[in-house]
């Protein structure tokens, strides 16, 4: 049951976390997506191609210096607020910059800085994950990883796909001021912030290894360190081959970009909103048990065309039920590794729980690649199906238990309500 005394969130504060979490994909959708459309157009090879999909690896190890994140901190700026207004600064600074050098000649040059703005955008999300953990209450915690998840593939479509669009009527140097631009909006809202003050530890330290002990040691641990692992695979599994998927069935590179970049973005935001709104109302067992149901639907939808369905129509509801029913277990996960992480590191807890699962996932999604390649699509899938199956048997048993240590504070930590997170709620 949700606490009628608790003070609820304010509107500008959710309107600053869409802002953040949408400007921290914005250059890496642009990136990845689009960097790479644009070199192979002008000619570079495949191995220099390569390079820009290796930016993701950062975000997958930004646990390594997410304690540095809660443990430094300019008190008078707010702690992680001013770590948010120098990664937003410095992300306007570095597309400014990659503005100034010609994609071809200067790609040495480029590539450096997209690294920099890559480790920024990494350091701005644990800061902005801190932040989050410590403002958001359990009880509204579905609405706020409802916005991260939403805000990530907004920030995937308008830089990877919106920008990418625009790009011959801005050209390289428009396309970089206006990254720079957007990314702004979040460092103006901040300036107007005022982040609490929050509670300082006086025991614990936020270091790596007796965290990760947490999720090993006791069975606690290892039956969460299993939820993060396997729970969000079968989607994962099943994205990477999405697009080549769509390539053998004849679709061009324009009409693939728009379906997935645009199309599935806009899908699967709606999901991931209309998830957090139910995770707010059930408890957190039921939504991880639905969201792995969906999960299923979603996965199992992607094997339409391959069983030779393949008119656009049924195409285009095999990719919307895939990104509508797979997003929401997305941002459930996310809402429960909140409830996980500690008062004291809360960057710290979520950015391990997160580079845990993001790189497990990567590497998961390489190996379904060279499964694919060798036995063919439905082989990847029916992997995938298996293994959402697998995640909705690791829901049904959900409790909540806590696997990292809590030091003492000065203060009392805002306390969860222990109805809504071991799955006792209504």
Known sequence: M???????TPRSTWWLLASLY???YLGLGFFVIALAALLREQGAPLDQISLVYMLGLLWALKFLWAPLVDRIGVRRWGHYRGWLMLMQAGMMACFLLIG???LIDDFSTIYLLCVVVAL????QDIAADGLACRLIPAEERGTGNGIQVAGGLLGNMLGGGVVLMAYP??????????????????LVQLLVFREPRWPVATTARPRLLPRIGG???????????????LYPLGYNLMFIPL??????LGWSVERIGFTVNVFGSVVGIIGALAAGWVFNRVARRNALTGAALLQIIGVGAVALPLLGMTDTLTVMLAIGAFFLCCNPATTVLAAVMMDHASHDAPATDYSLQFSLSMGFAMVAATVSTSLAEQLGYLSVIWTALAVAVVALLLALPYRFQRVF?????????PALNPAVVTGDAR
């Open 2 to 8: 949700n606490d009628p005394t608790r003070t609820k």
């Open 215 to 229: 999720l090993l040691r006791a069975r606690p641990g290892r039956y969460w360190l299993a939820m993060l692992l």
């Open 120 to 123: 920024l955008s990494a350091t």
């Open 405 to 413: 240590p809590e030091g003492e504070s000065t203060e009392d930590a």
């Open 243 to 248: 697009t080549p998927i769509l390539v053998d």
């Open 169 to 186: 009527y801005l050209g390289w140097v428009g396309s970089m001021v206006v990254l720079a631009l957007a990314t702004g909006v979040a």
């Open 100 to 102: 100034a050098y010609d």
């Open 22 to 24: 949408t400007t921290q």
